[in-house]
């Protein structure tokens, strides 16, 4: 199936000066009333009317990029049909899972809490139910309004993600930043593939709303990653981050300007503002810029709404359930874990080939500045894990570590060699870079803990409980009956944190009630996850010594990452730096330490394979569908980690520049010269990035 288009695949770009501007009403929705003198820059697919069609999905199923539009995907998802017998089975599912796995049910109406925490209280339960008794005219807004409520518990381990809506990217030709430039924080042009040499200049509106609290309202309801409006702000801007496969620095678009999910809009509309050293006359634009639209799906087409929605529906489940140890399945939710918790989809070739093509050919002044500083050279490398030496601080190492999940064997041995290294070139102090990990494996946050504070008993290990609820207790029972099955809820996955040996009785029948905020419910005592502790004393200088360490982060450093971190600082009392966020305000270090994951898809299989009845049902449409199971405790804290704002902020908060955005190895060298004061170099500490505590 064809259609006609206007020059195929091909954007248009129109200049109107003031003198066309009364042709713009007819032209474009553009108001640029307001700045009658301004030059105003449209980008536009232009489209022809469309012949009658019987079918979206149909039309949607046989277009190829360039050819696909925002209005395409909409049509389509909102063609399938609302079925109340298909809404009921997920929200009864979702009620059950929630009411008797999901660790923070209580906790998540928590009201008023302290900075550096902004998150709504979110009662579940009620919430679903308000659900359930709206009408709704098709599946895919039903399906929005439960990803939406899910996300707003701002925990990436709380995931609601039906793949069958998620099949399409939608990217804007831009990268932007907030950056504070002369003491004031805007949104700014980090990279401008639209090729108008708009870098570096001030976004002041977006589809009239001021930017910066645009995106940051758009983060706040969308992203789902942290408690801290900061953090979200941080995922929802471009950011630059280290790639683990050459060791490279690249731009991530960020979470406001690449989704996987319909924008609420065909396009949108930036007012811009230039002024520097690249413009010696001030600019004004106004840009209406539509979503590039590219395909996630691996099956090409489909030939009607029917097609697309059975594209969306899980495989029937051969008879019988697999038996897999606890630990085959929870590697495989680990190894799933960093691309899920930023909510992240793999990008097909093409989508990678046409950004590469639409680089700026004309990079601004201070884009080219940053590029062309050094700061540090690498010394060694693993599998994820790179080793720096700073050039001007010869004696300050960098170890970049981008992710927990990791081979454990191999990285141990990466870890000795790196560390070694660093020693043997004169390296005394070390910054530990967890910017942008996303967590991984539980054991290695306890192992990296312990490399930097060996000890012989279990001070990096967490006073950890789940929920007791009926359903719980049963998959308990019946497991620990079993010889041959090793579930999730197996006691003799645990240990006594008081006899540090692994529970041979049901202790999920030793529940307590307790009320975190506003509903009373049933916990396990205290247990330990089992771990075997690593053996990692190598009498570095910075081993038993906090004053030696510092941890940069810009407080995605989430689940496992947050683990690690948390036991650094407020066991260890290592100093911590976060970047970026709101101006100002205070920033989390880490996000969502939430302790362990189970998916209903393993849940389930735990019902099957031990005879339970289960009071949920396999979710119709592929995707992710996910809770928190267990939560963590510092010493003593009746309060679980996950929402105890008094853990998180960051001892030093620094801003992002116009440089440090485009360079982080200059957070780096800013971060050594405050921490380690140099001699003959007083000043140092005052780098004006780093903000000033605010009096209590």
Known sequence: MTRQRLGRGVKRIVLLTAAAVSLLAGFSSVDVSAAPTALTGLIAHPRLKRQERPDDCTVLGNLEEPDIYWQDVQRCYQSVPYKAADADAILSTLYAYYRDYYIFIDSAMLENQAKPFTNPPVDVLKELDEISRKRYKGDFEFQSDVELLVNRLNDAHANYMPSCYRHYLFQQPLDLYAPVVNGVQSIRIMNDRTERGLEDCEIQKINDKDALEAIQQWADLHSGYSKDAGVRLNKALSQTTFNTVDKSWVVDMGQFLSRVTLPESAELVYQIHCTGPDYPQPRHEVLKVPWEVYRLMSWKDFGSTEEFLQRCYKDPKTEGAKKRSVKERRMEDLNHQASISSSREILNPQ????????????????????????????????????????????????????????????????????????????????????????????????????????????????????????????????????????????????????????????????????????????????????????????????????????????????????????????????????VGGRQGEPLSMFSFPGASVHPLDSLLEDFNALGVDSPMQEMKYKGTYRVPVMEFFQEDDLMPIEYNPKLYAADFHLDYTPLTARNHELLWEIIANNHWKEEGNPGAEDDPSIEKPKAE
Not at 424 to 453: E, H
Not at 540 to 553: K, N
């Open 351 to 578: 989508v990678m080939a046409t950004r590469r093509r639409q680089e700026s050919s004309a990079p601004s002044l201070i884009k080219r500045q940053a590029e062309e500083i050094k700061v540090a050279n690498m010394v060694y490398n693993g599998t994820s894990t790179a080793f720096y030496q700073l050039i001007k601080r010869p004696t300050i190492g960098v170890v970049m570590i981008p992710t927990h999940s990791v081979n454990q064997t191999a990285e141990v041995q990466i870890l000795i060699d790196g560390f070694q290294k660093l020693y043997d070139i004169g390296v005394r102090n070390v910054i530990l870079d967890l910017s942008y990990n996303g967590g991984g494996y539980v054991n290695f946050a306890y192992d990296l803990v312990d490399w930097m504070f060996p000890n012989n008993t279990r001070t990096s290990v967490y006073h950890s409980d789940l929920r007791a609820s009926m359903s719980v207790k049963a998959l308990a029972r019946e497991d620990l009956a079993h010889e041959d099955y090793n579930g999730y809820f197996n006691p003799d996955s645990f240990s006594d944190p008081a006899t540090e040996e692994v529970f041979m009785t049901n202790f999920f029948l030793q529940d307590r009630v307790q009320k975190r905020a506003k509903r009373p419910t049933g916990y396990t005592p205290k247990v330990f996850m089992n771990h075997n502790l690593g053996s990692f004393e190598m009498e570095m200088p910075w081993q038993h010594d906090a004053e030696r360490i510092v941890v940069l982060t810009e407080g995605s450093c989430g689940s496992a990452c947050g683990m690690t971190l948390n036991r650094l600082k407020n066991r260890h009392n290592v100093k911590t730096y976060a």
